[in-house]
């Protein structure tokens, strides 16, 4: 179990980390320095950041997961073609059969449901229901192209979209079973605004697209990476965006499409990114077998061992608290 406390190369000063944050950390010096035994009893005056359980999925790489709304099941998916939903209660996990026939590449739960959806290399997508994982409701498939990522609209949760490896989104409508829209833009990731889903940010190549849903229009082209952006996220208000390339992740204002803040690696290459649940300016990020914590506020940063390899993805849920990352180790693993 990995804690602040025991990590030998924090800063001397840990005790201001989190301190000017907006959470209810405070001055986090105490809690970060108890015993493992007192941290835990004392976890809800302070902020810590400790292993909550693991789950390993079979010899396979996982490349994707998600937490539902209620933050009750997590999904994961990956090489070996299946979801894993794993109940946040019982920490038991159930598994689809291997319907599709190549990597999933994205797995994302419809908001306030049971339902999730899947995407994969193998040019379709794929809807289940967590109440009975082992039969698929819904496939759309008769793509040119691998599926890279998709995601629900958070208001209008019959509809979603997806991007495919030749650069196009397509919004489809679970109820009418109709592609509503097709646009160009994102060849890596599609992610809607929280909450409101007024605003779709999509990453392709070097930048990321944001555009107006419901005027399909193209608001901002975000640009500055010089190497290709393979993971986005949105803070919880949706008034932020992270994107992250191999080496860089730019923090972007939506109200101004401007990059208020960046950080680069200086050790291991960066892979994901999620807001933290709980402390709005702290980023969590995916290297090589680590965690990497930025405190925006502060622009300070400290490592964590998290795993043996890649960090593939992680997500967060505001109602828990908690942070999974998934890792090409074949573990996923709960963070609070």
Request: glycine share 6%; net charge negative.
């Amino acid at each position: 179990m990995e804690r602040f406390g025991d990590v030998d190369a924090l800063d001397d000063n840990v005790e201001s980390f989190l301190s000017n944050d907006g959470g209810d950390g405070g001055n986090l010096y105490g809690t970060v320095k108890q015993s493992p035994a007192e941290q835990q009893k004392e976890s809800s005056k302070g902020f810590t950041f400790a292993e909550f359980g693991s789950m390993r999925a079979r010899n396979s790489k996982v490349t994707c997961c998600h937490f539902s709304s209620d933050g009750k099941w997590l999904a994961s998916a990956g090489d070996d073609m299946k979801i894993s939903v794993w109940s946040m209660d019982t920490l038991k996990t159930e598994n689809s059969p291997a319907e599709h026939k190549a990597v999933i590449t994205d797995v994302r739960f419809r908001p306030n449901s049971l339902q999730l959806a899947t995407a994969s290399i193998d040019k379709s997508v794929r809807l289940w229901d967590t109440t009975n994982p082992t039969r698929c409701v819904q496939e759309y498939s008769g793509h040119s192209s691998a599926i890279m990522s998709l995601d629900f609209h958070p208001k209008k949760t019959e509809l979603f979209c997806f991007c495919d490896g030749e650069n196009e989104i397509r919004y489809w409508n679970i109820n009418s079973s109709t592609c509503s829209r097709v646009t160009k833009g994102g060849n890596t990731q599609v992610r809607f605004q929280p909450r409101l889903g007024h605003l779709l940010a999509a990453a392709s190549d070097k930048g990321v697209s944001i555009f107006d849903v419901e005027a399909d229009t193209k608001i901002y082209s975000l640009q500055g990476h010089p190497e290709p952006v393979s993971y986005i996220c949105w803070d919880a208000n949706g008034e932020a965006l992270a994107s992250l390339s191999l080496q860089m992740v730019k923090i972007w204002s939506l109200n101004s499409g401007e990059c208020i803040q960046e950080i680069s690696s200086t050790t291991s290459q960066f892979h994901s990114c999620v807001f933290h649940p709980s402390y709005s300016t702290l980023l969590v990020i995916g290297g090589y077998s680590c965690l990497e914590l930025w405190n925006m506020s502060e622009n300070k940063s400290m490592t964590i061992s998290a795993h043996q390899n890649v960090v593939s993805s992680l997500a967060h849920s505001t109602v828990t608290g908690m942070v999974a990352s998934a890792s090409f180790d074949n573990y996923v693993k709960l963070w609070k």
